[in-house]
């Protein structure tokens, strides 16, 4: 052990209480750990939120249906990362492909990752996508155009019988990309809550409190989204979607709201050994995190201007404010319910007669300078998909030309290239 890292451990000691064994000092799970389950569980929410469209025909969500799709792939593609990072040595993270173990909960993520990211997500957005990036590539000229045809796979064919196949295709994956979907997230809380030797872990609820809590964060993201893309592209908001987005949204925060209200009840319920240690927990390290952000900012405060923009009848400026800041709240509140699952879970003693602290770094690899880094990257990702990728179909916003142009017609100039 380094002089850093004893000198980081003495200055921890005065914020120690009780009674701890010398190893439980250190706090091995960081906030990368907490932006992990963060990651996921908006890929769940908005791949969840697109599923209405194709699954379910809720047309009125289908304006949101692709930016959903790339929404749920941007932070897919970073979700890994946290691990990586936390590994210290990520290069070998490649063995447990080489070497499962299927008793090994954390192994069997690698494989649950790569279903998830080349069997559902990637088709269905390829599917989706083909028609547009065939065309795409007939009017683009230069390096553009290669662009598209590789993502075409070099494809040409948009007959009507290959679109039929497509759209089939997309209804196929994203019947199977649901239970996929939950698994994706639900595993992860089936990691913490199937430790035993936690008390703050260890639920049959927590895999399902995450799923719901998962659902919440991505509706709430890809509302938030939305609202933001079509005023910097300075459209019209269709307030009919946002409405029904808003709807879902409502119902998903009382579901995830009741699960953890049951949890907390069925804890003190059993009354073990452990209840008293977890209440000094929650009313003094927890207090902030857990009591003001988890359940008041990010829960009740947002499930009160929901009800009250439900109740009276507001104009759609004043709406979109009360949703505006409803999503943003609930983010908050998710983002606190991962930071009090996986840092409250270290901060009592094994012998429950003792609590810890946290000391969060600033530039370390596991640090708060990388989880900014890494909850902002996947913004990056979604804002270069969305100048390549349309957003909306192509044959809503403008006119393709044919093959073979007559002679006299004019000049076609190329497609444009955002989602705009």
């Not at 447990?96 to 997500?121: C, D, E, H, K, Q």
């Not at 494809?155 to 994706?184: K, N, Q, W, Y």
């Not at 009250?308 to 979109?320: L, Q």
């Not at 009360?322 to 409250?344: C, D, E, H, K, P």
Request: proline share 5%.
């Amino acid at each position: 052990m380094n002089a850093e890292r004893v000198r980081d451990l003495y200055e921890l000691l005065d914020q120690v209480t009780g009674y701890i064994y010398p190893n439980e000092i250190e706090i091995r799970w960081s906030i990368l750990i907490v932006v992990y389950p963060y990651l996921t569980g908006l890929v769940a929410g908005a791949f969840i939120l697109a599923s209405l469209v194709k699954v379910f025909k809720v047309k009125e969500v289908e304006p949101t249906y692709r930016l959903s799709l790339l929404t749920a792939l941007a932070f897919l593609l970073v979700a890994p990362l946290p691990l990586l990072f936390h590994l210290g040595r990520p290069e070998r993270s490649f063995e447990i492909f080489l070497t499962p173990n299927p008793r090994s909960a954390m192994a069997m993520f690698g494989f649950v990752y790569a279903w998830y990211l080349m069997a559902v997500l990637l088709l269905e957005i390829w599917f989706e996508f083909r028609r547009d990036l065939v065309l795409l590539a007939r009017a683009s000229r230069g390096l553009l155009k290669w662009v598209y045809r590789v993502l075409s796979l070099f494809s040409t064919d948009i007959s009507e019988a290959a679109l039929v196949f497509d759209r089939r295709a997309i209804r196929a994956i994203t019947i199977i990309g649901i239970p996929s979907a939950f698994l994706l997230h639900g595993y992860v809380g089936f990691i913490f809550g199937s430790v035993k030797a936690n008390p703050w872990w260890s639920s049959v609820l927590m895999p399902i409190v995450f799923l719901m809590s998962a659902i919440v964060s991505g509706i709430a993201l890809v509302i938030f989204l939305y609202m933001v893309l079509t005023a910097i592209r300075d459209h019209p908001i269709d307030m009919r979607c946002l409405d029904t987005m808003v709807s879902y949204l409502f119902y998903a925060i009382i579901v995830d709201f009741s699960l953890e209200a049951l949890d907390f009840i069925q804890r003190l319920y059993e009354s073990e050994e452990s209840v008293k240690i977890l209440g000094t927990l929650i009313t003094s390290k927890l207090f902030l995190s857990l009591l003001v952000l988890q359940i008041l900012l990010g829960m009740l405060v947002p499930l009160g201007i929901l009800v009250i923009a439900r109740v009276w009848t507001f104009n759609d400026d004043m709406r979109k404010l009360l949703y505006f800041a409803s999503v943003i709240l609930i983010q908050v509140g998710i983002f606190s319910t991962r930071w009090n699952v996986v840092i409250g879970g270290q901060l009592f003693s094994k012998s429950l007669r003792g609590l810890m602290a946290y000391k969060m770094e600033v530039v370390s690899i596991e640090g708060l300078l990388a989880a900014l880094v890494l909850l902002v990257l996947p913004f990056i990702i979604l804002a270069v998909m969305i100048r390549v990728l349309p957003t909306e179909p192509l044959e809503d916003r403008v006119t393709v030309p044919s093959k073979a142009p007559a002679p006299e017609s004019p000049e076609i100039l190329p497609l444009p290239t955002s989602g705009s």
